[in-house]
């Protein structure tokens, strides 16, 4: 086997350091004692198992005086760990909570900087239906009706275009078993909806929440009823 896969996968079998990149998983900067709570760990604990990942750049780290700040090192990163939800075996609901947490994340998610779950499924169907989108392999391509629709969506095509990144990506949701877009343009769709607070994240979770004028949004713009 090849030494790093090993190390990576060393890496990924301990529960803390595996629950720490989920809670990275929603593509925001954390600092360690949040996620030392999170994982339910102690912070000297949190900053082994972070110093172990920051060695395989699987995050990085900012830092701002006396305080730092992780988030996972890049979209590869996260789109790794979503590959490898998807072939786990499902968790065992143990409680109520357990049970509301996991259909909040089915139903509607961040996946590192796009937009996941059902939502995300729903919404990338209906724009390949109404030829906004065009699946080619495992990417997505703009039709000229798309170009139209994204700019009056607010969003600029061409810059999402020049970004060093896949432009629009397939991402297999791991809990829908289908894709979803990624990508830049994946990631400009869940900036304007957070700013439009057509969506609103949700505290200690990956899970986002769907707002009322959000509703009214999707089936406007993607024919989408939620």
Known sequence: MNPNIAKI???????????????????RIH??????????????????????LLEEK??????????????????????????????????????L??????????FARTCYDHLAGYVGVQ??????????????DLNFEVTSEGSLFFSKLGINEEHQRHKRRAFARCCLDWSERQHHIAGALGNALLVRMLEEEWI???????????????????????????
Do not use: C, W
């Open 9 to 27: 996968s060393s890496l990924l079998s301990d529960p803390s350091r595996s629950s720490i990149l989920l809670t990275l998983m929603d593509g």
């Open 31 to 52: 600092p360690a004692g949040e996620l030392a709570y999170l994982a339910n760990i102690k912070p000297q604990t949190a900053s082994f198992h972070l110093k172990k």
């Open 58 to 95: 699987l995050i990085s780290v900012e830092k701002h005086g006396r305080h730092r700040y992780y988030r996972l090192s890049n979209s590869d990163t996260a789109n790794m760990i979503e590959q490898l939800l998807r072939m786990a075996p499902k968790a065992k609901v143990t409680s």
């Open 97 to 106: 909570k357990d049970s509301k947490e996991k259909s909040d994340l089915h």
């Open 123 to 136: 919404m990338t169907h209906s724009l390949v239906e109404q030829g906004i989108l065009k699946k080619v």
């Open 200 to 226: 609103v994240r949700m505290p200690k979770t990956r899970a986002v929440r769907m707002t009322q004028s959000g509703k009214t949004a999707f089936e406007k713009y993607f024919k989408v009823n939620i």
